[in-house]
């Protein structure tokens, strides 16, 4: 990309202070999210992420679907767009196809991705556009006040889920590999520096790359489950509840069990959607 | 030396493409379903020749924000359905209307509820069309009745989506899409293109929805340095959300209104033999066909009967209806559904003369002997239809 400057490295550890306000727009704060919720967390790894990469401005744009998380391209001076509840993904493949040079971050939630999205969401991964899904995965949803999702584990309660949840879950990463996603990893609020460099790879890879983020809602999953606080449940579900793939891979196997893995968890070549789609266009021109 | 205008032999369906391409449509997203499926088969051979991009999606809904989004990445765009994928596009037609995001929904009418009938003819989607999504809104849908009408209309449906920026339906049926009829290809420059009005302000100036003097502000595209807000949520004129109660009244007003107010320009009727008429016929689509020929054959015989046929349904022309009710007695309302547009021909009447609906679902077009049959005032079935014809047909899904 032409308008790509030197990249710096990530994470960013630069002793002065990181200037948000360049990437935010002037005048949309506060925001909507409670205190202790994780979705601020991973909006500033975001910005430092697409800082890292170089990418102008202009030549981004960030689309979301309906929930808390979706509301995030309302703040951020991009090209941006704030769709309906699921929908980020289709909408954002129009944008992609008719304007291939955008660079496409895709903001969606839990539910929004995997519940009234789930469809636009396999499919996404099924075509290798270079897309970067970003699930902003509470286990709840969250605007809507706390009803379960398809990634509230079971047992835990919630307010469509009054004695404890008896579905079994999605797993974010597990599906979006299996549906042909070339980039997959998972990340964590807490983990805010690793997850600037996951989301810097992820937007640096060519093709559909998901991003499972884990962070809290203590408003809603919190309370409801019996957190005492937001950072206790920091601690408990991105914390203790995670081992980095480096890590894992030097324990035994009954110290890993129950624990999710972080960072890159798969990664693979395949040819990118609108690349693919210019060869057609050649083809049908008899080039 | 003047280059003479190219002749096909096309169906309807075709003539859609021609129309759209025409008028430069350079994004197509789609779901196939029967009887509108040419239209993205043929969209898919044709728009990768030109340069313009073309996607099968996963489903209806999912079409119709990819169409939002190549809209808003500043490409003419369009998808097209039926049936049951009409209503699955609807939140998002409603999405398209919130964010006057520029586009064009064909929508070629098959019998329903659900799955219904899928090769067979109807008229039954016209208060979808209008009503379709959640909430007050403005809707343009035009009613083409025939092959090149339709492409003709298809222009005018993408110069109406530019010029209000908001989408355009074009209405019609299995019978008008499937129909082969010769049709005169317009040369380069002879039908006028309208293109998208862009802001001219510099980026830190831009607000995408200040409609300034008008009723409808420039729209930029995203990549070109003006970086806007878009939300499907009320919002003031920089784009974004608001809960301010006097501004979502005065956002909603103005949604519908930038179309009620221009009303004159957007309707489009045909009167046929209005005159000195004593009973009028008001037809659309394939029933203005058979409607025609019934007024043409009655005329002949010395009946004073007159037709008026809308090209755009909504918004209504009242109007013109009303200006019928006045001079006629009664007006016949022929419909391939049990009943939608004839309550507004009665409405807009005004009780100035009787109006009488002739309904007709079981998948056959309105016979015209039907129509006149009613203009006569006798009787309008048994319809005299062959009895070879009447064998039971194979059903398919679509
Ligand atoms: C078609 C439709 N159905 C339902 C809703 C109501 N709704 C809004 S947000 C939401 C859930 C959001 O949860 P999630 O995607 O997990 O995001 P979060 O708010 O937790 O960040 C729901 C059900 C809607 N806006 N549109």
Request: with cysteine.
């Amino acid at each position: 990309m032409s308008t790509q400057t030197a990249a710096r490295t990530v994470p960013y550890k630069e002793k002065a202070p990181f200037d948000y306000s360049s990437y935010m727009r002037k005048g949309k704060l506060p925001h909507i999210w409670c205190s202790g919720c994780g979705h601020g967390i991973v909006l500033k790894s975001l910005l430092r992420a697409i800082d890292a990469t170089g990418i102008q401005k202009d030549d981004i744009a960030i689309v979301s679907g309906i929930g808390c998380s979706s509301r995030t391209p309302g703040y951020l001076d991009f090209n941006t767009l704030h769709t309906l509840h699921g929908r980020a993904l289709p909408c954002a493949t129009g944008i992609k196809l008719a304007k291939p040079k955008l660079k496409v971050i895709v903001v969606t939630g839990d539910g929004d991705a995997l519940a009234i999205g789930g469809n636009h969401f396999i499919h996404a991964c099924r075509r290798n556009m270079d897309l970067t899904i970003m699930v902003y995965n509470n286990y709840i949803y969250g605007m809507t006040s706390g009803q379960s999702s398809p990634t509230t584990p079971q047992s835990m309660i919630a307010t469509t889920a009054r004695y404890g949840s008896i579905e079994p879950t999605f797993d974010t990463c597990t599906l979006a590999k299996a549906a042909g996603a070339t980039f997959v990893a998972r990340g964590t609020a807490y983990h805010a520096q690793e997850l600037e460099k996951t989301i810097y790879d992820a937007i640096m890879h060519k093709g559909t790359s998901v991003l499972d983020i884990l962070d809290s809602c203590p408003t809603y999953y919190g309370r409801f489950n019996k957190f005492k606080s937001a950072s206790e449940m920091m601690e408990k579900i991105e914390k203790d509840g995670t081992l980095s793939i480096s890590q894992a891979d030097k324990l035994p196997p009954e110290k890993r069990e129950g624990k999710l893995l972080r960072g890159v968890l798969h990664k693979s070549e395949r040819p990118e959607y609108c690349e693919e789609y210019e060869r057609l266009m050649e083809k049908a021109q008899g080039k | 030396m003047k280059k003479s205008k190219q002749k096909k032999f096309i169906q309807g369906n075709e003539a859609c493409v021609e129309g759209a391409l025409y008028a430069g449509c350079r994004f197509y997203a789609g779901y196939p379903i029967t009887p509108s499926t040419e239209i993205m088969e043929v969209m898919a051979a044709r728009l990768p020749k030109i340069g313009g991009s073309f996607i099968q999606m996963e489903d209806e809904i999912a079409s119709m924000c990819a169409v939002v989004g190549a809209s808003l990445g500043g490409l003419k765009s369009m998808t097209a359905t039926s049936g049951p994928g009409f209503s699955l596009k609807q939140e998002a037609i409603g999405y398209a209307c919130m964010t006057e995001v520029p586009c064009v929904i064909v929508n070629v009418m098959r019998s329903g509820p659900s799955t219904g009938y899928p090769t067979g003819p109807s008229q039954s989607d016209v208060m979808q069309a209008k009503w379709g999504t959640h909430g007050d809104h403005p809707a343009v849908v035009l009613t083409p009745s025939s092959v090149q009408e339709l492409l003709y209309e298809t222009i005018r449906a993408f110069n109406l989506a530019e010029t209000y920026r908001t989408p355009v339906i074009i209405l019609y049926d299995e019978v008008i899409g499937h129909m082969r009829e010769a049709v005169t290809l317009p040369l380069p420059g002879e039908i006028n293109v309208v293109e998208r009005k862009k802001p001219n302000c510099p980026p830190s100036e831009y607000k995408p929805y200040d409609v300034q003097d008008g009723n409808v502000a420039p729209l930029a595209a995203y990549g070109e340095g003006y970086r806007f807000h878009v939300t499907g949520l009320y919002h003031a004129a920089d784009g974004f959300p608001t809960s301010n109660t006097k501004l979502i009244q005065e956002t909603n007003e103005r949604l519908v209104n930038k179309i009620d107010r221009n009303k004159e320009t957007i309707c489009k009727n045909e009167e046929f033999c209005l005159d000195d008429a004593e009973i009028g016929v008001f037809a659309y689509g394939v029933c203005a066909k058979s409607a025609k020929f019934a007024v043409k054959e009655l005329r002949s015989k010395g009946v004073k009967v007159g037709l008026l046929r809308p090209l755009t349904i909504w918004p209504f022309p009242d109007d013109a209806v009303e200006e019928m009710a006045k001079k006629v007695k009664t007006i016949i309302v022929p419909e391939m559904n049990l009943g939608q547009v004839v309550h507004e021909v009665e409405r807009a009447s005004k009780g100035k003369c009787d109006v009488r609906g002739l309904f007709r679902v079981d998948t056959d077009p309105i016979h015209p002997k039907q129509i006149m049959n009613a203009i006569l005032g006798r009787p309008v079935e048994p319809t005299v239809i062959p009895s070879e014809v009447l064998i039971e047909r194979d059903m398919i899904d679509g």
